[in-house]
């Protein structure tokens, strides 16, 4: 038997690529697929590489139906969808860790919790480590993501991420003479 998957990279050519992936891990989070509720995200990218816009994704396919907005001035967004718990930080404007212990945030991390959080390198070392850690860097075309698990849960997840079929290459040029 081949070792368990600890990591995936992926192409992501286009943002409904990104929103595709993001749908993938609601059922893994909500409990809709069969497992535990719950689970903690690190999301890393530098500006613009999509932290956000997969976060919405995922948020919408769990059923939010509000404006789910960037919580990148106020740390923290979070929702509630019947029993599922959702909290959403942006650490970009951290500075102060006992920002973070005054506002009780380390309650939030609850083992059934649904917590993603951007960039969470910010924090230093104020939280443990995540079940997945899913990093975005900008390639042609799009973005590459890499998944990888931290916990016993990411790694389960990981094993139920189907990726997207690879983009089709353009068909060979004629050969000369022909
Ligand atoms: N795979 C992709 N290819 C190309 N564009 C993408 C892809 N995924 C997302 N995008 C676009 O990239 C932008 C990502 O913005 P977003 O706010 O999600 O970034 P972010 O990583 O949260 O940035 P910040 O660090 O400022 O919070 C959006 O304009 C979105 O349309
Ligand atoms: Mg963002």
Known sequence: MSAPLRSLTLSLPDEAATEALARQFAPLVSG???????GRIHLQGDLGAGKTAFTRALLRECGITGRIKSPSYALLESYKVSNLYFYHFDFYRFTDSREWLDAGFRDLLRDEAIVLIEWPERAGGLLPPPDMQISLVYAEPGR????????ARGQTWLNAIVPP????????????GA
């Not at 809709?32 to 719950?38: F, I, L, N, S």
Request: aromatic share 0%; net charge negative.
């Open 32 to 38: 809709a697929g069969g497992g535990p509720v719950g």
């Open 144 to 151: 590459e993501v890499t998944l990888t698990a931290h916990t």
């Open 165 to 176: 079929p690879p983009v089709p290459s353009p068909p060979a040029a004629p050969s000369a």
